[in-house]
């Protein structure tokens, strides 16, 4: 059964959950983006959607990859269809599913070939974020991970546009995860997980 309600200037829909249970999520997701991606700036147009109440947070009790592609399926398209005024962008959290961050890694391609089959390619792209992220050819404990670590598994829905609006240099974009990576670097493993610890 699917239920509807109203948090800030977005809609989301949440799926089986308690409403303590979504409010929960959805406070613990805002926390992560006001400290960690907004407070260390690792996402240069986070803080305008964010404070302009334009992110759209939908939370799922999807249990397994076919439901979260279903889930996936309505969401992409509805992203597209809405006025920017409104929804800049979406997070799809589902902390119920690919708790294995090998099963969300192998489950982006699923992700990426729905985009090209709703013919959203170049309108819309998915950022990844999950509790256990971990870039290929590092160890677990790496603080480079810490750029991608998210309260709960989540896929952050973008439109190509916002990204090209903050800078039209490609160059400059592409730089942006090494400058992530050596921000955290400095800071150490022990504060972000410290201040990972403080947002759940």
């Not at 260390?40 to 964010?50: E, I, M, S, T």
């Not at 294995?100 to 982006?108: E, K």
Request: net charge negative; charged share 25%; aromatic share 8%.
């Amino acid at each position: 059964m699917l239920a509807r309600e109203h948090f800030g200037a977005a809609t989301q829909y949440h799926f089986g959950m308690s409403e303590s249970d979504q409010q929960a999520i959805i406070a613990a997701t805002r926390r992560w983006i006001s400290s960690i991606v907004i407070g260390l700036n690792l996402c240069p147009f986070a803080r305008r959607v964010f404070e302009s109440d334009r992110i759209r947070y939908v939370v799922t009790d999807a249990a397994n990859e076919e439901t979260l592609l279903a889930v996936l399926t309505h969401e992409l398209p509805v992203l597209a269809a809405a006025s920017r005024t409104e929804v800049e962008t979406t997070i799809l959290i589902h902390p119920n599913a690919l708790a294995d961050f090998y099963d969300y890694n192998d489950f982006l391609a699923t992700a990426d070939n729905l985009i090209r089959d709703l013919r959203l390619r170049g309108v819309i792209q998915i950022a990844s974020f999950h509790p256990n992220y971990q870039f290929a050819g590092l160890t677990p404990d790496a603080v480079a991970n810490y750029t991608n670590r998210s309260p709960f598994p989540m896929l952050h829905l973008l439109r190509e546009e916002s990204i090209t609006e903050v800078s039209d240099d490609t160059d400059t974009l592409l730089k942006i995860p090494e400058r992530n990576i050596e921000t955290l670097r400095r800071l150490g493993r022990d504060e972000m997980l410290r201040r990972l610890k403080e947002v759940t």
